[in-house]
């Protein structure tokens, strides 16, 4: 936590995001004790920073409003300010989880604009980067996928990404802190989760509750991969995403390099189309297959795509259209957006009703599943 702040000037506001649970909890105390020291290392600053928190309420289950305002009691308890609890506002498009975060993230980004904070601290643990590396695994996504979340990303942070859950539940008892458990973490067949975990009117209610994948790869499958495979498994995804990140990030930069050079800028190239991007079928053929791949999934992200829908299959598809295209139709891609092959051209067309404000299927484009 004290390099995370080392940077910031002694006006600048630093948020945690924190939904009341153990690792964001953890996250609250240690910023709330290491914004105020100084000077204790040499990576410590020469002055003190402000720091608050914003609690989001996605209203998803009942009392939820009052587990909101409990761990916004705790932050202020803290020392922490400001503290803002916001309701979280839903989006159109994507499964039940993709829009959680999806609306998690435009309210965290929307309380960071209207305070003026430099930064927003994520709690996201070790635990986290496994599943997220397995999930990924899971849908065939590529290297990008498999690299996990990164540590740091815009204005967000995640200084927790070499800690176990365990070690943050720790923090929590060493601080006094009683953290919510959230239901949806609990698997169906679970029991009662410990004393002094829930809250009275937000206990869970598992009979026929939703359970996200996330949850059951946490009480499903991690388990049995350290029972099968040993100790460890947990640290060696996270190795492996740490590895896998810098891969990434070299070959999407080289893909958008591609992308630029395929881009059609003559108007008259795109006469009378209304195509929101028009790519030069021969630069991208020319292209290493791994980098014309990366390329055309920016390309469909660029139009609206989000990032977790966009699979294997419809880059498959976009692929064909420049090295095996034979007068097919167009490849049709999430949220409705469709690419066609005209006269050495790849034309992308954006979902209909679609804008660039992300709340009718269409996002703004990103590598990467936050």
């Known amino acids: ?54 609690v989001v309420d996605h209203g998803l289950q009942a009392g939820s409003a009052e587990v909101a305002e409990r761990a916004a009691e705790q932050c202020r308890s803290l020392g922490l300010d400001p503290v803002v609890v916001r309701r979280a ?20 980004a929307a309380v960071a604009g209207e305070t003026g904070a430099a930064l927003v601290l994520l709690g996201h643990t070790l635990d986290d980067q496994a599943e997220q590396v397995l999930l990924g695994l899971a849908r065939g996504a590529g290297a990008r996928s498999l690299a996990g979340m990164p540590r740091e990303r815009g204005i967000f942070r995640r200084p927790f990404l070499g800690l176990r859950r365990a070690q943050t539940e720790a923090v929590c008892a060493a601080s006094g802190l009683e953290f919510w458990t959230d239901p949806t973490n609990l698997l169906p067949d679970d029991g009662e989760v410990s004393t002094g975990s829930t809250r009275e009117g937000a206990g869970p209610t598992r009979e026929g509750a939703f359970t996200p994948l996330r949850s059951q790869v946490r009480g499903r499958v991690l388990p049995v991969l350290e029972e099968t495979l040993g100790p460890g498994i947990v640290e060696a995804l996270g190795r492996s995403a740490d590895q896998l990140r810098d891969d990434a990030d070299l070959l999407d930069a080289l893909a958008a390099e591609l992308l630029e050079q395929a881009r059609v800028t003559d108007p008259d190239m795109a006469a009378g ?48 259209l420049v090295v095996s295209w034979s007068g097919q139709g167009p490849a049709h891609l999430p949220g409705g957006a469709q690419v066609g092959r005209v006269c050495g051209r790849l034309f992308l067309h954006a979902a209909p009703t679609g804008t660039s404000d992300g709340r009718t299927g269409v996002r703004p484009p990103s590598t990467t599943q936050e």
Do not use: N, Q
């Open 89 to 108: 506002e839903w989006f159109d498009g994507g499964g039940p989880e993709a829009a959680a975060r999806d609306a998690r993230y435009s309210a965290l």
């Open 1 to 54: 936590m004290r390099g995370v702040l080392a940077g910031l000037g002694p006006d600048d506001l630093v948020l945690v995001a924190c939904s009341g649970g153990a690792d964001s909890l953890a996250l609250a105390a240690s910023v709330a004790f290491e914004a105020r020291r100084v000077g204790r290392s040499v990576r410590s600053r020469g002055h003190g920073v402000r720091a608050g928190a914003v």
């Open 273 to 320: 189309d209304p195509a929101e991007h028009v790519l030069d079928v021969e630069v991208l053929e020319r292209a290493h297959p791994a980098l014309r791949r990366r390329a055309l999934r920016l390309a469909a992200l660029a139009i609206g795509c989000r990032p977790t829908d966009t699979t294997t299959r419809h880059v498959d598809a976009l692929d064909a």
